[in-house]
């Protein structure tokens, strides 16, 4: 069982790579989709992305509890693909009531459960992971105060995943630059 954390910026190839990794893994695929349908442009890159993958893969939807998804779908022979955890991270801190303290940057208590559920599950999960992940402290220091809080977390949770993961990879205009763990 492999751990493969793939990060990039925003088009940069790490989904298709990440799709590619799955592929040649000879194993039944499950796509962890963690995107939600919040405007007509993402509903149209939801699809588009669903439209591209092979049709044998299972898609599951959890936008919020995935350490608990992992668990429940995890098995040897199976490999879960999971795109991606900016999306998810934003969930967190973006979903229904619990909006952010922006002021105080006070998280809500979900927040900090969730991400400890994941790298629970990280760790007891019996088949290959392959978690695909923005990385969006390359630019530009933001402007706002919640947007700067969400470039720390986003590079806290890199970090925690990459700690737990047997091999990260960096992808750049659709290559990889092996980071930990060498070739896939």
């Known amino acids: 069982m492999t751990r493969t954390l793939i990060l990039g910026g925003a088009r940069s190839g790490k989904s298709a790579y990440a799709e590619r990794l799955a592929v040649d893994a000879g194993k039944e695929v499950l796509y962890l989709a963690t995107a939600t349908a919040g ?5 149209a890159r939801i699809a588009h992305h669903r439209a591209s993958r092979p049709a044998e893969w ?48 006070t998280l809500p208590a979900q927040f ?13 999960c019996s088949g290959d992971i392959v978690l695909v992940s923005n990385e969006i402290g390359l630019g530009l220091m933001p402007m706002g105060a919640i947007s700067r809080r969400f470039m720390d977390e986003q590079g806290r949770l890199n970090q925690a995943m990459a700690a737990l993961c047997d091999r990260v990879v960096f992808v750049a205009a659709g290559l990889p630059l092996f980071l930990k763990g060498g070739p896939c």
């Open 39 to 43: 405007d007509d442009e993402m509903a």
């Open 58 to 105: 299972r898609t599951v939807e959890e936008p919020t509890a995935l350490g608990n998804a992992l668990l429940r779908w995890s098995s040897p022979e199976r490999l879960i693909l999971v795109d991606c955890l900016t999306l998810w991270l934003s969930n967190l801190l973006f979903s229904g009531a619990d909006y952010p303290d922006v002021g105080a940057l």
């Open 112 to 124: 900090y459960q969730q991400q400890d559920m994941l790298a629970t599950a990280l760790t007891q």
